[in-house]
């Protein structure tokens, strides 16, 4: 039956129990990772929910609220481990990373760090004391206030094809359609550095990154996302046999291989032609999607342009947007390898 240690808690099967487990101590206070434990009553693997490596996503805490409201531990095999603010410190000042004078201020580009910037800190400690302890790592990255993000990422070129292969089996077991295939051997933002990488790479830890929703969209639709999650989660853990039950899949997956970041180069508000209608749809080269305009002289700084024929898969509503701030994410469908597939 589940039951775990975390930091030196024992956790007996069909208990619930929140952990502290100390980080380090900044100029604030105290730096602490609060976990969620669930452990089951049936016999079965542990799975890391993961929340807020960038302060600044907080709509995920509400999703590992609603889960872990949701699941009965009767019913449960194995063991959740559920991390809704895995980085306090750039949470306690509502920025993606860390401010501070350090050279990797990302917990999210700070796995497997050597130095004790705050970053390396936290992420040593998810390291030695939960992906030790994980059999499955979900980690969420949704989009902060004025931008959704609508994909499922998943690690395809690990050195254990194994890995790869059951990575997109969860991926494919969220239900969501648009499924972001990342290079994780390359350098750049997908690489070995982030949790989905170091999880895989470096603990053969199969995961996936859901970024399914945003914030300031209202409460109707993201209260749609938020169910969304929670079912895309159900299915995953009934995927890797967490809970008894079939899992519901899409009839087809856009497999995303390349893309295009379309952000403004300008600072200025962004004013989207269109709003949510439009996402999942294709667009074609130079269409216009947004133009910026100047908060002081109302002029149009520039034009937000698709740099091909694609498809829209994350978008923003209208908001007021510093250089290279979240805007479009367009699948590349010239290249030839981002292509729709039938399950």
């Not at 079912?231 to 899992?247: A, N, P, R």
Request: charged share 25%; glycine share 10%.
């Amino acid at each position: 039956m589940g039951e775990i240690s975390i930091a030196g808690v024992n956790i007996e099967s069909g208990s619930r129990k929140v952990v502290k487990i100390p980080v380090t101590k900044d100029l604030s206070g105290d730096v602490n990772i609060y976990t969620h434990i669930l452990t089951g009553e049936k016999n079965g693997p542990t799975l890391l929910l993961l929340s807020m490596l960038h302060g600044n996503e907080w709509f995920s805490v509400l999703i590992l609220k609603e889960l872990l409201k949701r699941i009965d531990v009767s019913e449960l095999k194995g063991n959740i481990i559920a991390v809704p603010v895995a980085n306090q410190v750039a949470f306690g000042t509502a920025s993606r990373t860390i401010i501070d004078d350090s050279d990797e201020p990302d917990a999210n580009r700070a796995f497997d760090g050597k130095y004790n910037w705050l970053t390396n800190q936290i992420t040593r400690v998810i390291e030695e004391e939960l992906f030790s302890k994980t059999d499955y790592l979900i980690d969420y990255h949704i989009g902060d206030w004025g931008c959704t993000m609508a994909d499922i990422g998943y690690g395809m070129d690990y050195d254990d094809p194994k890995i790869s292969e059951i990575s997109k089996g969860m991926a494919l077991s969220y239900g969501f359609p648009m499924i972001h295939s990342m290079s994780l051997s390359s350098r750049g933002t997908h690489s070995a550095r982030t949790s989905m990488g170091s999880a895989g790479i470096k603990y053969n830890i199969p995961a996936i990154v859901p970024e399914i929703g945003g914030l300031g969209f209202g409460e109707v639709q993201e209260k749609e996302w938020l169910e969304q999650n929670i079912q895309g989660l159900i299915g995953t853990m009934k995927y890797i046999g967490m809970l008894e039950g079939s899992v519901d899949y899409c009839k087809e997956y856009l497999f995303i291989n390349d893309y295009w970041r379309v952000s403004p180069k300008n600072a200025g508000y962004i004013e989207p032609l269109f709003g949510l209608e439009r996402q999942f749809t294709e667009v074609e080269k130079e269409e216009v999607l947004a133009k910026v305009i100047d908060p002081y002289t109302f002029d149009v700084l520039e034009e937000l342009v698709s740099p091909g024929k694609g498809i829209i898969f994350y978008m923003c509503r209208a908001y007021m947007s510093r250089p290279g701030g979240w805007a479009f994410g367009i699948a590349n469908l010239e290249d030839g390898k981002s292509t729709w597939e039938k399950i």
